[in-house]
């Protein structure tokens, strides 16, 4: 067989993983968001195997108009052999939370006779983690595809926090259904600081992805899917993230991407959503 043929194959075979991977359409709700990722990071050769990198990210979700998550990282990866190598890293994560209402349910009845319901509204409120990792990938090619197949796994502490939380009392229209509209009652009966408690989680991050090298081209697209899945309480996967971009090799120690994003969350408390990532890469 030659080249061409496996170069052929090799790409029917990644097409049939990617789209067996795809989210099912029920998944694509309206409660869905759209964002914008950017991330920079810089990369300098300690010797011919070891390398130090740090990197920064910024994300936006609603569009731009407002920043969901800021990230700084540090990491060291070690080159084994062509195909294999393997990094370690820290990262510190300041999260946005949103404002959430969380309905409470039955409270009782009023001096009427008439059913009394409450609710608490949580005041957004920004959250800091600490996140560790530690994971190996592996590389091969196929004509001009580039496979990899990372596997990192990662410990995250997420602080406690203290949250702002209003508590309401209402009534709803409908007696005998708590999630009619509500009377029109929408002051505070009162208003208590909450210690959010602190949280750990350890996640499995599988990720494939193809890259296929064009010849005479500086573009080179690429496609990615990636499997979260928790460890210390398993609860099948948490989320998929599902990618298709391009990278513009600038020069030798200079280049830039562009991707697409679908995140689909599972079991997640982050949105699930689309965004539109841009990125910048350059070896010091």
Same mark, same amino acid.
């Given at each position: 067989?030659? @080249?061409?043929?496996?170069?052929?194959?090799?790409?029917?075979?990644? =097409?049939?993983?990617?789209? =067996?991977?795809?989210? =099912?359409?029920?998944?694509?709700?309206?409660?869905?968001?759209?964002?914008?990722?950017?991330?920079?990071? =810089?990369?300098? &050769?300690?010797?011919?195997?070891?390398?130090?990198?740090?990197?920064?990210?910024?994300?936006?979700?609603?569009?731009?108009?407002?920043?969901?998550?800021?990230?700084?990282?540090?990491?060291?990866?070690?080159?084994?052999?062509?195909?294999?190598?393997?990094?370690?890293?820290? $990262?510190?994560? &300041?999260?946005?939370?949103?404002?959430?209402?969380?309905?409470?349910?039955?409270?009782?009845?009023?001096?009427?006779?008439?059913? $009394?319901?409450?609710?608490?509204?949580? /005041?957004?409120?920004?959250?800091?983690?600490?996140?560790?990792?530690?994971?190996?990938? $592996?590389?091969?090619?196929?004509?001009?595809?580039?496979?990899?197949?990372?596997?990192?796994?990662?410990?995250?502490?997420? /602080?406690?926090?203290?949250?702002?939380?209003?508590?309401?009392?209402?009534?709803?229209?409908?007696?005998?259904?708590?999630?009619?509209?509500?009377?029109?009652?929408?002051?505070?009966?009162?208003?208590?600081?909450?210690?959010?408690? @602190?949280?750990?989680?350890?996640?499995?991050?599988?990720?494939?992805? $193809? &890259?296929?090298?064009?010849?005479? *081209?500086?573009?080179?697209?690429?496609?990615?899917?990636?499997?979260?899945?928790?460890?210390?309480?398993? *609860?099948? /996967?948490?989320?998929?993230?599902?990618?298709?971009?391009?990278?513009? &090799?600038?020069?030798?120690?200079?280049?830039?991407?562009?991707?697409?994003?679908?995140?689909?969350?599972?079991?997640?408390?982050?949105?699930?959503? /689309?965004?539109?990532?841009?990125?910048?890469?350059?070896?010091?």
């Amino acid at each position: 067989m030659n @080249s061409k043929s496996r170069t052929k194959r090799a790409a029917a075979y990644a =097409a049939a993983l990617m789209l =067996a991977l795809l989210p =099912a359409s029920n998944t694509m709700a309206q409660s869905d968001d759209f964002g914008v990722w950017t991330t920079i990071d =810089a990369k300098k &050769k300690l010797t011919d195997k070891l390398q130090f990198g740090i990197e920064g990210e910024l994300r936006t979700v609603d569009g731009v108009s407002e920043v969901d998550r800021r990230a700084m990282g540090l990491s060291m990866g070690y080159k084994f052999t062509k195909w294999l190598k393997a990094d370690i890293g820290y $990262v510190y994560i &300041k999260s946005f939370n949103p404002q959430e209402k969380k309905l409470k349910g039955y409270a009782g009845e009023d001096a009427m006779g008439n059913p $009394v319901y409450n609710y608490n509204l949580d /005041h957004e409120y920004w959250e800091e983690r600490d996140r560790f990792y530690i994971g190996a990938t $592996v590389d091969w090619k196929a004509g001009r595809l580039k496979f990899s197949l990372r596997e990192r796994l990662q410990y995250q502490y997420t /602080h406690s926090a203290l949250v702002y939380e209003d508590k309401y009392v209402f009534a709803p229209v409908d007696r005998d259904d708590p999630f009619s509209p509500v009377a029109p009652d929408d002051d505070a009966s009162k208003s208590d600081a909450e210690l959010k408690d @602190s949280k750990h989680s350890t996640i499995l991050r599988s990720r494939l992805s $193809v &890259k296929w090298d064009i010849k005479d *081209c500086k573009i080179e697209p690429f496609a990615s899917v990636e499997l979260f899945t928790r460890t210390d309480e398993w *609860c099948g /996967h948490d989320k998929l993230r599902y990618r298709i971009g391009a990278e513009y &090799k600038i020069d030798k120690k200079n280049d830039f991407s562009f991707y697409y994003q679908y995140q689909d969350n599972r079991s997640s408390s982050s949105p699930a959503g /689309h965004a539109i990532g841009i990125g910048y890469s350059f070896e010091l």
